[in-house]
């Protein structure tokens, strides 16, 4: 699949998962969650440590997204990737994109392992999609 292809696969999902979305509008995880809301996508954030995020309620752990979410996008310390990937593979998220920065080398050689579409090329959804800070 070419980068363009895979990207069409990971928007497919009905639900996208947020992981490390945070309140702080300043941060990556705030400005990819008000990415996929600017472009009309059904976007839930992952942190445990918030109820909601842009009014949004939050779940706490990916195992706790809706069964419709296949695709989710980490903005999260490397170390932690590490840690949720095998986390998220498990329950059956099918696309995870890793913004940069965010890529772990055995996260990511474990999800080319197991089938799932893995975006980690340096591909930033804010550029791809077009995000506009508002």
Not at 12 to 20: D, E, F, R, Y
Not at 61 to 88: E, Q, W, Y
Not at 89 to 107: F, T
Request: aromatic share 4%; hydrophobic share 40%; glycine share 8%.
């Amino acid at each position: 699949m070419t980068i363009q292809e895979q990207i069409q696969q990971f928007l497919a999902s009905p639900t996208i998962g947020v992981v490390g979305a945070s309140t702080d509008r300043k941060k990556f995880g705030n400005k990819v969650l008000r990415c996929y809301l600017q472009h009309g996508r059904n976007a839930i954030p992952v942190n445990p440590n918030e109820m909601e995020i842009e009014g949004i309620p939050c779940v706490a752990t990916i195992n706790d997204l809706p069964s419709d979410a296949l695709s989710i996008s980490m903005i999260t310390p490397p170390a932690i990737t590490a840690k949720l990937v095998p986390l998220a593979i498990e329950k059956g998220i099918r696309n995870i994109w890793m913004q940069p920065g965010v890529e772990h080398p055995e996260a990511v050689a474990l999800c080319r392992e197991r089938g799932v579409n893995i975006i980690a090329d340096g591909s930033c959804v804010l550029v791809v999609m077009g995000y506009h800070d508002h």
